[in-house]
């Protein structure tokens, strides 16, 4: 039973690292992707994101892919906010997006 759980473990894991540097690639290549192309590349990621993942290989992970590391931040912002961001870019964040509210509300 142990085996089992950890060639799951292990494909989650290589699942998760595939689609993270696949986003990273995409958001770094600065070629057009076409919507339907990067949405589902990120639903798929988001998926795997979901996942039971065990803490260190996650930390590991979003370390090292800051586009899947922003993906997660966006899926988990109610609990934890921008937490992985650091701390002058998530003000820059929060500003921004103060800004963007303002000016809708005036609108």
Same mark, same amino acid.
């Given at each position: /039973?142990?085996?089992?759980?950890?060639?799951?473990?292990?494909?989650?894991?290589e699942?998760?690292?595939?689609?993270?540097?696949?986003?990273?690639?995409?958001?770094?290549?600065?070629? &057009? !992707?076409?919507?339907?192309?990067y949405?589902s590349? !990120?639903?798929?990621?988001s998926?795997?994101?979901?996942q039971?993942?065990?803490?260190?290989?996650?930390d590991?992970i979003?370390? &090292?892919h800051?586009?899947?590391?922003?993906?997660?931040e966006?899926?988990?912002?109610?609990?934890?906010?921008?937490?992985r961001s650091?701390l002058?870019r998530?003000?820059a964040t929060? /500003?921004?997006?103060?800004?963007?509210?303002?000016?809708?509300?005036?609108a």
């Amino acid at each position: /039973m142990a085996a089992s759980n950890t060639s799951t473990i292990q494909t989650r894991l290589e699942t998760l690292i595939a689609l993270a540097r696949l986003l990273d690639r995409i958001e770094a290549s600065g070629k &057009a !992707v076409g919507a339907e192309q990067y949405r589902s590349v !990120v639903l798929r990621l988001s998926e795997a994101l979901a996942q039971d993942i065990p803490a260190p290989a996650l930390d590991a992970i979003l370390a &090292a892919h800051p586009a899947a590391s922003e993906v997660y931040e966006n899926l988990n912002y109610e609990r934890s906010g921008l937490s992985r961001s650091s701390l002058e870019r998530s003000i820059a964040t929060e /500003m921004l997006a103060g800004q963007v509210l303002a000016r809708a509300k005036v609108a």
